[in-house]
């Protein structure tokens, strides 16, 4: 089975570049159509999109969020990262990785567990 691991700083203060990584096994992130995901819950809130990375290495990011975000892979280790600048506590969240087939952002069939990830000074 495919699983996925979230990873990186649970504090990161303002100002400063928000990094996690997902570690995938037990699939490629390479493999024909499939999409790979970052996806974050505000507390209290539904699930946002940030963006994702298609199995070609295309990247497709949130119109609000574009300016800010960016999703790298590296495929020797098969894992792909999010990079989220100039961040405020407004951006704390449960972030997720997972992967789908691209027909909508919100479907996915597989999760990893979620790591929470706060901004505060």
């Known amino acids: 089975q495919v699983q996925l691991q979230e990873s990186g700083p649970g504090l990161v203060k303002p100002s400063q570049t928000l990094s996690l990584t997902c570690t995938v096994s037990?699939?490629?992130?390479?493999?024909?159509?499939?999409?790979w995901s970052w996806i974050r819950q505000p507390p209290g809130k539904g699930l946002e999109w940030i963006g994702s990375?298609?199995?070609?290495?295309?990247?497709y990011y949130s119109p609000s969020l574009k300016s800010r975000t960016s999703i790298s892979r590296d495929t020797s280790k098969n894992q792909f990262t999010l990079q989220l600048s100039s961040v405020t506590p407004e951006d704390t969240a449960v972030f997720y990785c997972?992967?789908?087939?691209?027909?909508?952002?919100?479907?996915?069939?597989?999760w990893g567990q979620g790591t929470q990830v706060t901004v505060s000074a």
């Open positions: 037990g699939g490629s992130i390479t493999t024909n159509n499939y999409y």
């Open positions: 997972a992967r789908g087939s691209g027909s909508s952002w919100y479907v996915n069939d597989y």
């Open positions: 990375m298609a199995w070609s290495g295309s990247t």
